[in-house]
């Protein structure tokens, strides 16, 4: 289908600046744009590429001022990137999706499904499961006894989830993910470990994105709990009884071990690491690889491991790369 920069600008609330009729019918990035495309530029690292690009339509911000001219129409927004995202989720939105439960899932006898849920190929859904309005659960995945997933959630394919978890509505849980399993809880006696019995589950509030290969361990009693509107990458730990605030985002490789507790609306940096029992304050910045050993005012902005202010490390480091100068220096003065 067609769409022209004229239809475009108006759903987006945006000016055309040039043919107003230019047509496209596919998205592109701004490097790769060819005619017919549609792409955005919002990082000025990207700029060289809007006066080379081939892409028909090209969606800026309203403050932008190009250095040279420019081929492609432009809209302009006031924020690129949030525009095109909402274009991205428009179409996303307009694509078929699979539909009907097909003869080679076990669905348990008690479960009722509701008529416009999915359920793919090889998928198990046990006893005493609860299903939403607009549930798609994709082949090969594994739903638990006594488990709750609310409408319009999707569970993708090879999706493990345990026996009595809560998953909220409109939340997504992509491949591989599992949530549930056993906290890691073991007490020492002697020489051997006895483990300690996870008797607690999951629970995910609504509007929750859960990445691939992402693991989020049930609670040892209680509950381990990922509040609304949190977005967890790929290959996250959250250890058990850990609580994530709401809107809060945790980048990919991360670990989080159990009873730690973050704020509302956090930002947590890939690889970084927390300790157990920790509490972060709302609005916590941690960079990538930050080590996390204490509690964390709200509002901090920290790096390195252990964390320090953003600030006090740069300075930090400014000293650590000059230090084989600084000993070969202290040796001459040593040797004088």
Avoid at 74 to 103: C, M, N
Avoid at 141 to 152: H, R
Avoid at 214 to 229: E, K, N
Wanted: charged share 20%; net charge negative; proline share 4%.
């Amino acid at each position: 289908m067609n769409f022209s920069a004229l239809m475009i600008a108006e759903y987006l609330g945006g000016v055309v600046e040039g043919d107003p009729q230019t047509t496209v019918d596919r998205f592109a990035k701004i490097e790769e744009g060819s005619a017919g495309a549609l792409s955005f530029m919002a990082n000025p690292k990207y700029e060289n590429y809007l006066y080379t690009t081939d892409s028909s339509i090209v969606i800026v911000s309203q403050d932008f001022s190009p250095a040279g001219p420019v081929k492609a129409t432009l809209i302009r927004v006031p924020d690129a990137y949030s525009a095109f995202a909402g274009l991205l989720r428009l179409y996303e939105q307009s694509r078929p999706k699979p539909t009907g439960v097909s003869p080679q899932a076990a669905i348990a006898a008690d479960v009722a499904v509701p008529a416009n849920c999915y359920v793919g190929e090889f998928a198990v859904v046990s006893e005493g499961v609860s299903l939403g309005e607009n549930v798609a659960i994709y082949p090969h995945s594994y739903i638990g006894q006594g488990v709750k997933i609310g409408a319009g959630t999707t569970i993708h394919a090879g999706v493990k989830i345990y026996e009595g978890c809560v998953i909220g509505e409109n939340c997504t849980v992509h491949a591989g993910a599992v949530i549930g399993a056993d906290g890691f809880g073991f007490a020492p006696e002697g020489e051997d470990y006895a483990k300690i019995p996870q008797i607690g589950n999951v629970v995910i509030e609504d509007n929750v994105d859960i990445g691939a290969n992402t693991c989020v361990d049930r609670a040892t009693m209680g509950s381990t709990v990922i509040r609304r509107g949190v977005k967890l990458d790929n290959l996250i730990q959250i250890g058990h009884n850990v609580e994530i605030g709401e809107n809060s985002v945790v980048a990919a490789q991360a670990g989080m071990a159990g009873s730690s507790k973050l704020g509302r609306g956090c930002m947590i940096g890939g690889q970084v690491g927390l300790a157990g029992h920790l509490t972060l304050g709302d609005g916590v910045k941690m960079g990538a690889q930050s080590g996390i050993d204490k509690d964390i005012e709200a509002g901090s902005v920290l790096l390195g491991s252990p964390a320090m202010p953003v600030m006090k490390f740069h300075r930090a480091w400014a000293i650590f790369r000059n230090l084989p100068e600084l000993v070969a220096r202290v040796n001459a003065l040593e040797k004088k």
